[in-house]
Structures are given as structure tokens and as C-alpha cells.
């Protein structure tokens, strides 16, 4: 492996992710960044209408972001997109991550761009922002999603394991190599690498995987629970094996649709003086849920792709592979990073505050 390339590398332990595809040739993956198009205390899937929402998030995606999304299609009424693909208006967001200083205080742990993947400088360069992969076993394998389609993956006041021996739909990997190193496995994947937990120790920087449900009931674009209407696939990945585009829907819910995984790289160096670390020499990070055990990560999602783009790009094969598929448009950097929406709800996010924003300590 040595006389391999980091990029071959990445690519062979990808591969590694989609064993049912027979190989990483036939399987479609798009994978392309996004720069950080607002940090807002609302949350128009879990609390619309909400000003502020219980908790801060970092949002990704199209400027039809705010308070409420309506349940037309966006994806033609937005102007703008901080993704690479230019046609994606859909919206992403989760948790943020914040140090707390052994005096109490708290301070945002900002993202930063992910690794090159695939020849995509887009991606090295975003700001702030994370990493966004659609993924599914091949041409012609999944049905996108429809205009006002939306969903949300984990549980904010998830605190705990959950079940014996499975593992939940987010992970965690400490980078503690030079550079970032130690990412070159496939997410979720690695008993070893990935916990569902934050990691314990000094990391470099802390990725954050998010994996979305794959199959999907075939008639509600929404649910109550903002979940009942997606499932899991019946044999995975209730265990921690990365992407679960290979398994078996379950009849409730038989219209497999493409994986969407996040990936956030949180850089954690400024924060390794171990003077500001708890005293009782637990980790000093915590989500913006005020949740220090990592459980609760979770993501949510509004669909926005323009007209059957995402449709197009999901059937066109073994052609489509991180940010260059097929027909997809593409936009640069700079314009990416313009597209932004106004703050809802002002308040200080990144210097030193004394309490999470919306919570008490
Ligand atoms: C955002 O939502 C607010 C309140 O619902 C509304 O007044 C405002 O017009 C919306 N902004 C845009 C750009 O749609
Ligand atoms: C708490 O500690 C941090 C890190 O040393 C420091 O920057 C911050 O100003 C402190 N906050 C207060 C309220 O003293």
C-alpha cells in the first residue's frame, strides 16, 4: 500500500465501503463540499416557526433557508448554493461543537475544509461547511427524493448507547496523525478508529459522519417524527459497517433512496492544552445540545435538487464519482462562499460565552 498514493489510498478503503456493489466501479457516489451558509439558532424541520430553536446549528446548501421551508420545490425558487454542485438548493444542518474551558467557558470549535478526494479541489477550500456523499449501489438502483421530501437522522436528547452490540447511524474519528492523518478508512467502518462516543483523548481534529436512513415509505414526504417515513435498511447498518446502500429495505418501507452521509472535520488543535481540560480528565467538548457524550449527534434534511438533476445523476453509473458526475453543474469557490442568508436570531456564537446558546450552562 505504501507505493500507493494517498489518493489511491482513500479510494481503495472507500471501495472497502460498498462491498455489495461488486466493486467501487459500479457503485454512483457524488461527494462534493459545502461552505457554511448560516450558524443560526433555528431549525425549520424539528421547530418551524421557532425563534430562536432550542439549540444552534450549522447549515449547509441553498439560501431557502430560514425560519420555515416551505414544502414547494425549492429547488426552484433558490437563488444560490453554497455546494459545488449548483443544482443542490437542499438544505443540511446538525450540531455545532464547542470546547469548555476548565473555567466553564465555552468557545466554538470551528470546521475546517476536508481532505482531497478524487482530484476535488472544491472541497479543500470551502469555508467552514462540510462534506455532503449521496450514495447508492449503481445505475438505475434508487429513486430520489421529491420536491418538499425531508427527513432527520438521530436524536438530539439520545445520551446513550443504543441497543447491545449495533451501533447508531453517527460516528466519531479522532485524527491524531500529522495533517489530519489517520482518515484513510472508510467512515463508520473501523471498530478501532470510529466510536460512537466523542473521543476520549487529544485528537489533531474530530470528524463527525452522519448517515441518513436509505429506504423510504414511498408516500410521505414528511412524518411527525420527521423519521416514520424512512427506515434503515432490515440488515443494516444497525451494525457499524459504513454505508447501508447494499441492504434490504423492509416492506413498510420498499423505495430505496440514495445514502446521504455527512462528513464534518471539527479542528480541535487550539483547543489540546490540557491545563483547560477537566480536572477529572474527561474531554472538554460538547455538542450545542449540551450533550458531552456524542449520542445525540444527528442530522436534517431538506431536499432541494433542481428539477430530476439528482434523479439523473443517481441512474448515470459508474461515470458519477465525488464532484464530477455526469451532466451535474458545478460552481467555483467564491461563489459558493457568497451565497449566505441573514442571521434569524443574533446572538455570539464564536468568542468565549459563558453558556451554550439556548441553555442554561
Ligand atoms: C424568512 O422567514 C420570515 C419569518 O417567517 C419571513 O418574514 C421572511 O420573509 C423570510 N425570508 C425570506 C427571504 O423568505
Ligand atoms: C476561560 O478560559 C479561557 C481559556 O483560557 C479564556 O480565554 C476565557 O477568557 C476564560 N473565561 C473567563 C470568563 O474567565
Known sequence: MKTIGLVLVSFAALAQAVPQAGGFGSSTMLRFGCSQIVIDRIDPLVNPDQLPSPHMHQVVGGDMFNVTIPSADIGNMAKCTTCSYSDDFSNYWTANLYFKARNGSYKRVPQI??????????????TGGFVVYYVSDGKN????????????????????????????????????????????AAPCADAKLDTEELPKGQCQGIRSNVLYPTCWDGVNLDSPDHKSHVAYPSNGPATFTGFSTGGKCPSTHPVKIPQIMLEIVWD????????????????????????????GQHGDYVFGWKDNSLQKAMDSGAGCMGASCGGLKTQANAPAADCKVPVRYPENFDGWIDTLPGMTE
Open 113 to 126: 475544509p476536508n481532505r482531497l478526494l478524487f482530484g476535488d479541489q472544491f472541497t479543500t477550500k470551502t
Open 141 to 184: 438502483m434508487v429513486t430520489a427524493f421529491k420536491p418538499g421530501f425531508r427527513m432527520l437522522t438521530g436524536d438530539a436528547n439520545q445520551r446513550a448507547k443504543i441497543g447491545s452490540g449495533k451501533k447508531s447511524q453517527s460516528c466519531f474519528r479522532c485524527y491524531n496523525g500529522p495533517n489530519f492523518g489517520g482518515d484513510n
Open 268 to 295: 480541535t488543535r487550539q483547543f489540546n492544552n490540557k491545563a483547560e481540560w477537566p480536572a477529572d480528565g474527561s474531554q472538554p467538548f460538547v455538542l450545542s445540545t449540551g450533550d458531552k457524550t456524542g449520542y
